[in-house]
């Protein structure tokens, strides 16, 4: 993927506030990648999101840069929230990259059994264990450490989430219905 970033600073180009970031998808092409930089250069964020399912919650601060490459990105207030797929089921579709949801918004505050896909064969390796991650912002200035988080290979995993959570999955997926 050739970088071609539309770059716009927080509080000048575009509003200070919470972002919901989707990957633009074609036939040929379903990942997006974006950076943020703190106003004194340092990056504090530059994930990959990938697949048609994926999104990613950031609230940026006014200064701050950010760089976007085949995404989507849209004011929480003006965003359509995650639905499941027809199973029900919450998913990271991706093998390499993770989902974020946020509880309250996406789906309830409760108690929530974290699986492995079955239908996909990963590499034996723990690379590519299953991830589950909790955040109580999406305000980063720096890489931020999760509040929980867990690796996998194979069962499940209990997490509860609470009003306002954030929710990161990687090679898994949560059964809601």
Do not use: W
Request: aromatic residues 14%; proline residues 5%.
């Amino acid at each position: 993927m050739g970088m071609n970033f539309s770059s716009y600073q927080v509080g000048k180009d575009i509003p200070a506030g919470e972002y919901v970031i989707t990957p633009i998808c074609t036939e040929d092409f379903d990942t997006g990648y974006f950076e943020v930089y703190n106003e004194d250069g340092s990056l504090c964020n530059n994930p990959f999101i990938e697949g048609e399912h994926a999104r990613y919650y950031m609230t940026l601060i006014d200064g701050q840069i950010i760089k976007l490459d085949s995404v989507r990105m849209v004011s929480i207030q003006n965003s359509v929230r995650a639905l499941p797929d027809a199973d029900g089921n919450f998913i990271s579709e991706s093998i390499d990259y993770g989902t974020m949801y946020k509880c309250g918004y996406d789906f309830a505050p409760g108690t929530y059994t974290i699986e492995r896909p079955s239908n996909v064969e990963y590499p034996d390796t723990s690379f590519y264990d299953s991830y589950v991650a909790i955040y109580n912002s999406s305000n980063i200035q720096k890489f931020v450490e999760p509040d929980f988080s867990v690796s996998f290979s194979s069962g499940t995993q209990q997490v509860t989430l609470k009003e306002g959570q954030y929710l990161l999955l990687r090679r898994a997926y949560v059964h809601l219905a």
